[in-house]
Every structure is written in C-alpha cells, then in structure tokens.
C-alpha cells in the first residue's frame, strides 16, 4: 500500500485546509484503519485523528485533543482516499502532516500501530 498526502500550504490564523491522502495498491481500504499524525519542528511526532470503518457500525473516529472540534477526518472508501478537514487554524497546527494506514478495523491513536505511512505535507499556519 502506498500513500500520497497532499493540500498543505500556507494559510492564516483562523482559516481552513483540508488534506487529503490517497492509497494505491492491492488493497481494500475499508479493512484499513486510516490516521494522521504531525511533526512541528523540533518536536516529536504526535497522534492528530484516527478513523474507523465497519458494514455494522459505519464510520468511528477520535481526535486528539488539541484538535477536537476543529478538525474532521473522514474517508471515501471508494475513492481510497482519507481526508482532513482543518478549520479555524491556529499557529500552533503548524506541522508536517502524514497520513497512515494500518490493517485493523479499530481506531489507532499510536503511531506504532501502523503499517503504512505516506511522506507528509506541510501545514503553515501564520498569526
């Protein structure tokens, strides 16, 4: 499975971004746990969104706190694409962003936990 993140950029304080991460390969990707993840410099890489996908219970995702009610992940199992919806950006959101994906349906918040990781996207969040 290979993973492509793209839309970082540069943005201000209290705007919008979304990311967006496709998977290729020989893959089904509703059997996969998606996530992403940010490394600010100097800083380690840290847990941001995880999302989860069942024929039972649809869609499950948990956020860090940090980013609770300002950022959305979701996916398109279809498109085999994970986004991030990034609203009211703050300075401190500045970070690369990677995406991942790990073969469990479960919601995966430690990086360890993955399998596959994409090289990450440049967020720029300026005051």
């Known amino acids: 499975v290979q993973l492509q993140a793209s839309g970082g950029g540069l943005v201000q304080a209290g705007n919008s971004l979304r990311l967006s991460c496709a998977a290729s390969g020989r893959t089904t990707f509703s059997n996969y746990a998606l996530g992403w993840f940010r490394q600010a410099p100097g800083k380690e890489r840290e847990f941001v969104a995880t999302s989860s996908w069942s024929g039972y219970f649809g869609d499950s995702a948990y956020y860090a706190d940090s980013v609770k009610g300002r950022f959305t992940i979701s996916r398109d199992n279809a498109k085999n694409t994970v986004y991030l919806q990034m609203n009211s950006l703050k300075p401190e959101d500045t970070a690369v962003y990677y995406c991942?994906?790990?073969?469990?349906?479960?919601?995966?918040?430690?990086?360890?936990?993955?399998?596959?990781w994409g090289r990450g996207t440049l967020v720029t969040v300026s005051s």
């Open positions: 991942a994906s790990g073969y469990r349906v479960a919601l995966l918040t430690e990086s360890h936990e993955y399998d596959y």
